[in-house]
């Protein structure tokens, strides 16, 4: 079955950096999309990344000066470095795939355990 696990987050200070992982498992790895989704304290889920089979890949406006999306597909492995970050970026992050549009994660069929990031002093 499709599993995907999330690593990497933490306490981090304004400013700081953060590279979260996710592994995948039980699915074509190679030729999927990954997206990253993240869900702060009382909001919805929002997308955060999304990284094609060929490693193109999209953001949001408001993250693509900050967030890098990459992946090593024979590690079956996607990651998001994320820079500068801010205490707005709080919130649990979540690797997802599957559905139709990557950019829409709440669509998106599989979805991780997700992994807390803190931004704060």
């Known amino acids: 079955q499709v599993q995907l696990v999330e690593s990497g987050g933490g306490l981090v200070q304004p400013g700081g950096s953060l590279r979260l992982s996710c592994t995948a498992s039980?699915?074509?790895?190679?030729?999927?999309?990954m997206t990253w989704a993240r869900q702060a304290p009382g909001k919805g889920l929002e997308w955060v990344s999304s990284i094609w089979g060929d490693s193109s890949t999209l953001y949001p406006d408001s993250m693509k000066d900050r967030f890098t999306v990459s992946r090593d597909n024979a590690r079956k492995t996607v990651t998001l470095q994320m820079n500068s970050l801010k205490p707005e970026d709080t919130a649990v992050y979540y690797c997802?795939?599957?559905?139709?549009?990557?950019?829409?994660?709440?669509?998106?069929?599989?979805r991780g355990q997700g992994t807390q990031v803190t931004v704060s002093s």
């Open positions: 997802a795939t599957g559905g139709v549009d990557p950019t829409d994660p709440d669509r998106l069929d599989y």
């Open positions: 039980g699915f074509a790895f190679s030729r999927a999309t």
